[in-house]
């Protein structure tokens, strides 16, 4: 079944019809931020430091850093991580 733009990033919880590679991303649970080349760009099981790192990327990407705050935050709640706390 190929990936679709209904749901959200099982990682971050963008919603898939934000991804910038839409249903053209490599993995059907992930976003192309937090899935690329094959692999998890943040392999950790750390979420404060996947949280650092989200910001830190959000920001690159021209976004504002209250945002990026309140994006790390929602993440939090993401199922890869409610396993992990």
């Not at 749901?7 to 839409?22: A, E, I, N, V």
């Not at 931020?33 to 979420?47: A, H, Q, R």
Request: aromatic residues 12%; glycine residues 10%; charged residues 25%.
């Amino acid at each position: 079944m190929g990936n679709t733009l209904h749901g959200y990033c099982q990682s971050c919880l963008m919603p898939f019809k934000k991804d910038p590679k839409g249903a053209g991303r490599e993995h059907a649970k992930y976003c192309s931020y937090c899935y690329t080349n094959g692999k998890l760009m943040y392999e950790g099981t750390d979420v404060r430091e996947f949280k650092r790192a989200m910001i830190k990327a959000i920001v690159a990407r021209g976004e504002s850093k209250i945002k990026a705050h309140l994006f790390a935050y929602m993440a939090g709640f993401a199922p890869r991580w409610r396993k992990k706390a």
